[in-house]
């Protein structure tokens, strides 16, 4: 059993006794399911978006795709704001901070206008909100002028943002949208008016797949689709893009940012902190496995810390960002040959096929024993071999072999291959 850890976390001037928040999202959009959540361990909610008035969803509004064993690496939705009056969302978080005073309650709002953004905060601070996060990232909302059209326009986050502030004396989050080339702009504007932090990502712009007996998209409502916002473990990449963009920037590098996308193990998590998040938000892993997955990612960061030594999670927060770098700044000056563990080798030919047909046909196949072997003449170290072998023991990383003129030296080559 691992010796207890500090996962306590300051984000924004608030205590979270660990990373992991359930996001604005269906998971908490009622007092039962947050109180549950708090009852299994999640140290916040950033309670489902909400407006001065109640959102009309389609049904069905949820799909998802998958990969060969791999049930959801994808997941769409078309819902849009919470279905509960006003009233009744002010109620929710009363009795959720009188009940869970230890816990974090931030609340997710959306306005259409700068009264409705200032009237809004105002009455979320009386209810008893310790955080706001402005919703200008919504990628399907069916009102002009709310969610991702907010976040696109960097003037636009201003004046909310302004509205905001002006109604409150809480944090203030910005969650901005990854439908946009630089996301930095509009971050910049919401610190500029008064934001405390930032919140990245949200759900990204898609057509996840269509119905082809019908033509339309899934899912499918009445025989007509739409484009919807994504999610899932397969925009991970995307949102640790987005937050290594902001912390990088210089006028962002010290902001505090929660990290939202396609977060479901210890190890998604540890990922996101080394990235410079200080908060962590799920929604796609609870809907699939359910509230009780903070366990897992409790444990997990928990034993995570005691095999690297760290006492505290804000000991490896940001420790990647020094190794992340402009693709021109990578030597190009050597070559990592792979080799072989034969022992360990199916002889499935998944190496052979794959450097045949989409890289430099460097490997010769000895169909007799059924099993590949490199030409290190031809090979040019991509790795697309090691990246497709099912049996990760088989492939590993081998000889560094420098090019023709490179000075010889030590090469760190540490590399994974999940």
């Given at each position: 059993m691992a010796t207890k850890k500090d996962l306590s976390v300051e984000f924004c001037g608030v205590t979270f006794e660990n990373p992991f928040c359930l996001s604005s999202s269906p998971v908490d959009d009622s007092y039962e399911k947050c109180s549950r959540a708090f009852e299994y361990g999640w140290a916040g909610v950033f309670y489902k978006s909400f407006a001065k008035f109640k959102g009309i969803d389609v049904s069905p509004r949820f799909d998802s795709i998958g990969k060969e064993s791999t049930p959801w690496t994808?997941?769409?939705?078309?819902?849009?704001?919470?279905?509960?009056?006003?009233?009744?969302?002010?109620?929710?978080?009363?009795?959720?901070k009188k009940h869970y005073p230890e816990k974090v309650l931030a609340v997710s709002i959306m306005g259409t206008s700068d009264d409705e953004w200032t009237e809004l905060a105002a009455a979320v601070e009386q209810?008893?909100?310790?955080?706001?996060?402005?919703?200008?990232?919504?990628?399907?909302?069916?009102?002009?002028?709310?969610?991702?059209?907010?976040?696109?326009?960097?003037?636009?986050v201003q004046e909310y943002t302004k509205a905001v502030r002006k109604g409150t004396r809480l944090p203030v989050i910005a969650k901005m949208t990854p439908n946009i080339g630089h996301m930095e702009l509009p971050a910049l504007a919401a610190m500029e008016s008064g934001a405390t932090g930032i919140s990245c990502i949200n759900t990204i712009r898609s057509m996840m797949q269509l119905d082809i007996d019908n033509c339309t998209p899934k899912p499918t409502v009445n025989g007509l689709g739409s484009i919807g916002g994504y999610s899932g473990s397969a925009i991970k990449p995307i949102a640790l893009r987005f937050l290594?963009?902001?912390?990088?920037?210089?006028?962002?590098?010290?902001?505090?940012i929660s990290g939202i996308g396609g977060i479901e193990t210890w190890r998604d998590a540890v990922e996101f902190l080394m990235c410079g998040a200080e908060t962590l938000q799920v929604t796609t892993a609870v809907m699939q496995y359910g509230s009780r997955i903070v366990k897992d990612l409790i444990s997990g960061l928990s034993y995570f810390m005691e095999e690297k030594g760290y006492d505290h999670v804000r000991d490896f927060i940001g420790l990647a960002l020094p190794h992340i770098v402009t693709t021109d700044k990578l030597p190009r000056d050597y070559e990592i040959i792979p080799q072989w563990n034969q022992d360990k080798c199916i002889g499935c030919g998944r190496c052979y096929v794959s450097c045949r047909d989409a890289a430099h046909a460097a490997i010769d196949w000895d169909a007799d024993q059924r099993?590949?072997?490199?030409?290190?003449?031809?090979?040019?170290?991509?790795?697309?071999?090691?990246?497709?072998?099912?049996?990760?023991?088989?492939?590993l990383p081998g000889q560094i072999r420098f090019k023709e003129g490179a000075e010889s030296r030590e090469i760190i080559h540490q590399v994974k291959y999940e």
């Amino acid at each position: 059993m691992a010796t207890k850890k500090d996962l306590s976390v300051e984000f924004c001037g608030v205590t979270f006794e660990n990373p992991f928040c359930l996001s604005s999202s269906p998971v908490d959009d009622s007092y039962e399911k947050c109180s549950r959540a708090f009852e299994y361990g999640w140290a916040g909610v950033f309670y489902k978006s909400f407006a001065k008035f109640k959102g009309i969803d389609v049904s069905p509004r949820f799909d998802s795709i998958g990969k060969e064993s791999t049930p959801w690496t994808g997941f769409k939705n078309l819902e849009v704001q919470s279905d509960k009056t006003l009233e009744e969302n002010l109620d929710i978080l009363a009795r959720l901070k009188k009940h869970y005073p230890e816990k974090v309650l931030a609340v997710s709002i959306m306005g259409t206008s700068d009264d409705e953004w200032t009237e809004l905060a105002a009455a979320v601070e009386q209810a008893g909100a310790d955080i706001i996060e402005c919703n200008f990232s919504c990628p399907h909302m069916h009102v002009k002028g709310m969610g991702m059209d907010v976040g696109q326009d960097d003037n636009m986050v201003q004046e909310y943002t302004k509205a905001v502030r002006k109604g409150t004396r809480l944090p203030v989050i910005a969650k901005m949208t990854p439908n946009i080339g630089h996301m930095e702009l509009p971050a910049l504007a919401a610190m500029e008016s008064g934001a405390t932090g930032i919140s990245c990502i949200n759900t990204i712009r898609s057509m996840m797949q269509l119905d082809i007996d019908n033509c339309t998209p899934k899912p499918t409502v009445n025989g007509l689709g739409s484009i919807g916002g994504y999610s899932g473990s397969a925009i991970k990449p995307i949102a640790l893009r987005f937050l290594t963009n902001l912390r990088q920037y210089p006028a962002l590098a010290n902001i505090p940012i929660s990290g939202i996308g396609g977060i479901e193990t210890w190890r998604d998590a540890v990922e996101f902190l080394m990235c410079g998040a200080e908060t962590l938000q799920v929604t796609t892993a609870v809907m699939q496995y359910g509230s009780r997955i903070v366990k897992d990612l409790i444990s997990g960061l928990s034993y995570f810390m005691e095999e690297k030594g760290y006492d505290h999670v804000r000991d490896f927060i940001g420790l990647a960002l020094p190794h992340i770098v402009t693709t021109d700044k990578l030597p190009r000056d050597y070559e990592i040959i792979p080799q072989w563990n034969q022992d360990k080798c199916i002889g499935c030919g998944r190496c052979y096929v794959s450097c045949r047909d989409a890289a430099h046909a460097a490997i010769d196949w000895d169909a007799d024993q059924r099993r590949p072997h490199i030409n290190e003449d031809k090979c040019v170290g991509c790795h697309l071999c090691l990246n497709v072998c099912p049996s990760k023991d088989c492939l590993l990383p081998g000889q560094i072999r420098f090019k023709e003129g490179a000075e010889s030296r030590e090469i760190i080559h540490q590399v994974k291959y999940e």
